[in-house]
């Protein structure tokens, strides 16, 4: 039941000392940045699908029309490569789902940037 399915990937347990936590961001981050992407297609009904590697809570994305992915590491990835677009901090596994779907993904290194759809890239082979 939409026009585009964005899938956002949040790596949030072993991203908190990662590169000093350089890419941990707390799921209220990751729902601004949401609002950014969802505001890329007006006139469009965007649906999200959340896969995490930690417990979300509901309630902090009952702003938007979602679904959480069975948070199953094998399930989650091949569910954001069937996305129409993914989001998500810089990672292998955001990168082998864009890679493995051929979807555009947009990878969150400054929260305070502004997204366009150019910003979204097909991870490839090359």
Not at 36 to 44: A, D, Q
Not at 51 to 67: A, E, R, V
Request: aromatic share 16%.
């Amino acid at each position: 039941g939409c026009d585009i399915l964005v899938g956002v990937h949040i790596r949030q347990t072993d991203y908190k000392n990662f590169s000093n936590g350089k890419y941990y961001f707390e799921t209220d981050q990751y729902f601004d940045i949401m609002e950014k992407v969802e505001g890329l297609f007006p006139n469009m009904k965007v649906k999200f699908l959340v896969c995490s590697d930690t417990k979300q809570n509901k309630t902090i994305f009952l702003g938007f029309n979602y679904s959480f992915g069975s948070g199953h590491i094998i399930e989650d990835m091949y569910s954001l490569a069937k996305c129409d677009y993914i989001v998500g901090v810089p990672s292998t596994f955001s990168m082998w789902a864009s890679f493995y779907g051929k979807v555009p993904l947009y990878m969150i290194e400054n929260l305070d940037a502004s997204i366009l759809l150019e910003d979204f890239k097909v991870i490839s082979g090359k």
